[in-house]
């Protein structure tokens, strides 16, 4: 056992393509079947592309943070505060050129204490900044949308303490 997890951490190191830094935040709007959650979210971590393909496997790991409250459909019950600091593994597909940003596709796996969360999220960050920098090989007039739109949307399902959630995610970053 251990000369094949030595093999892989040897394999994982000599073909990686490079770390890739993951800073972004945005809102999440969620509900569940008697209440809404909004939420600010934050995400700080790193992944790595394994491979030198365009389109390569990736690996990361990180911290996603939030802070909203809860407002139940009940007008009646009050509103509570909701807070959230999680430990992140992805699974994904990085996408480019191997600089230090690179489009992604990838599931988010979230857990600590009675939290549990599994996302699915696409990040756009290096096409807007190809686009934001002037690097785009072929512009186009209606390129100053990438700009504005979120660099990252992410569905989620959330299970915590209380209920289960699930909501959509638009952050901008890297």
Do not use: C
């Not at 393909?53 to 509570?80: C, I, Q």
């Not at 009675?114 to 290096?126: F, K, N, Y």
Request: charged share 20%; no cysteine.
């Amino acid at each position: 056992m251990r000369q094949i997890l030595l093999a892989v951490i040897t394999t994982t190191t000599v073909h990686a393509d490079g770390v890739m830094p993951h800073v972004n935040a945005g809102l999440e709007v969620a509900g569940s079947g008697d209440a809404v959650r909004v939420a600010a979210r934050a995400h700080v971590g790193a992944s790595i592309g394994l491979g030198h393909a365009r389109v390569r496997p990736s690996l990361g790991l990180g911290v996603t943070l939030a802070a909203g409250f809860d407002e139940p459909e009940d007008r009646m019950e009050a509103s509570s505060s909701y807070r959230d600091a999680t430990p992140e593994l992805q699974l994904g597909v990085r996408i480019g050129d191997g600089g230090v940003v690179d489009n992604r596709v990838f599931v988010g796996f979230a857990r600590w204490g009675d939290t549990t969360r599994v996302s699915l999220a696409a990040s756009m960050a290096e096409l807007s900044g190809r686009v934001g920098t002037g690097r785009d090989a072929h512009p186009m007039p209606h390129d100053f949308l990438l700009l504005v739109m979120p660099q990252q949307i992410e569905f989620a399902l959330t299970k915590d303490d209380r209920g289960s959630w699930f909501g959509i995610t638009m952050a901008y970053g890297i």
